[in-house]
């Protein structure tokens, strides 16, 4: 992950935007969709992005699914009804966070 | 280019090279690693399939496999974990509450009829260990078996041989008291000696006949191919 000591506490609310925006995604899905969506600017690694899927599935925030394709066994995920709920928090999270930044990096000029 | 069943079967053989040896684990890898040679070798032809297999696997990292195993695993005990504590306190919740309160009452009471009370804890102790004993046989030849009829190993099997051993550090903290005679034997004592008991008791059958059944069950709805022995 590029600069990844700033993306890395994000990186779960990426994950369950993604997936609030998709019905299922399998890991290398992901990988590629934010790629994609931010042109190359932000790449997850496979070592951040498992445990981090993994963690998810653990803490009841995400479901799988393993269908069969191309040969192989596909493990997908989907967001729970409790990840529907964390995501919407996590996202107000993260955006009050970057609230709080923009305020430190170009505070708005003071007319005293 | 899709990737034929020949190169799939030589990724599984990979990952269990790179010590991933747990099939719910090498599956995700395999269908990681067959996706990103698919869009390399569609980007670069002239790779040979082992070429772009190991460029692809480079992006795991120095480490390759090992921290996603590792974590995998810390991430399935802890759901078990949890699962075991969710079910903890809802015995301390209406309506179960009620028969842990009677459970503590009733090894209270009978405690109280003996003036040695290890007359009660010690055989209760020796039962608690004797469970675990017996769990802990069934889960391995359970796993034994398993592994025999589909030819796989379940990361999942290993939580509930490893943690299944959680059961003998409560028999063992129970059995404790047992070395040690009642030296102080205020009705206080006795009583809260009578929870901890219970409370061992309690969490021996949360493991056994709640969590373990629930997790298996879970598991082999998604994972067609784990048998439940």
């Known amino acids: 992950m590029k600069n990844s000591k700033l993306y890395k506490g994000s990186l779960i609310t990426i994950i369950l935007k993604l997936l609030s925006e998709h019905e299922k995604m399998y890991g290398y899905e992901i990988t590629q969709k934010v790629k994609t969506i931010t042109k190359g600017a932000l790449k997850i690694t496979e070592g951040a992005l498992y445990p981090a899927l993994h963690k998810l599935e653990a803490d009841g925030l995400l479901s799988v699914e393993i269908v069969e394709v191309n040969n192989r066994l596909r493990k997908y995920y989907k967001l729970t009804e409790q990840g529907n709920k964390e995501t919407v928090s996590k996202l107000n999270e993260l955006e009050n966070y970057i609230k709080t930044m923009q305020t430190l990096i170009s505070p708005k000029p003071s007319w005293q | ?229």
């Open chain 2, 1 to 229: 280019m899709t990737l034929t069943k020949q190169h799939i079967d030589s990724l599984y053989k990979f990952t269990r090279q790179h010590y991933v040896e747990h099939y719910d684990v090498q599956t995700e890898l395999v269908d990681h690693l067959a996706n990103a040679i698919e869009t390399l070798l569609q980007d670069e032809p002239n790779l040979s399939f082992e070429e772009a297999r190991d460029l692809c696997f480079k992006k795991f990292g120095v480490f390759g496999f090992m921290d996603i195993v590792e974590q995998k695993s810390r991430a399935i005990n802890k759901r078990y974990w949890l699962l075991v504590w969710n079910a903890f306190i809802s015995f301390l919740k209406p309506p179960k509450l009620v028969l842990t309160g009677l459970l503590v009452w009733v090894l209270y009471l009978t405690a109280n009829h003996f003036e040695n009370k290890m007359f009660v804890f010690t055989p209760l102790a020796i039962l608690v260990f004797s469970i675990a004993l017996i769990s802990f046989y069934k889960t391995h030849k359970q796993v034994k078996q398993r592994t025999k009829l589909t030819g796989k190993k379940w990361l999942i099997d290993t939580t509930f041989t490893q943690l299944g051993r959680g059961v003998y550090l409560f028999s063992f903290l129970f059995n404790i008291h047992s070395i040690i005679p009642f030296v102080n034997t205020s009705q206080w004592y006795v009583l809260m000696f009578c929870t901890l008991a219970v409370f061992v008791m309690l969490t021996q059958y949360i493991i056994i006949m709640i969590v373990k059944p629930k997790l298996q069950q879970q598991f082999s709805q998604t994972h067609t191919d784990y048998l439940l022995v």
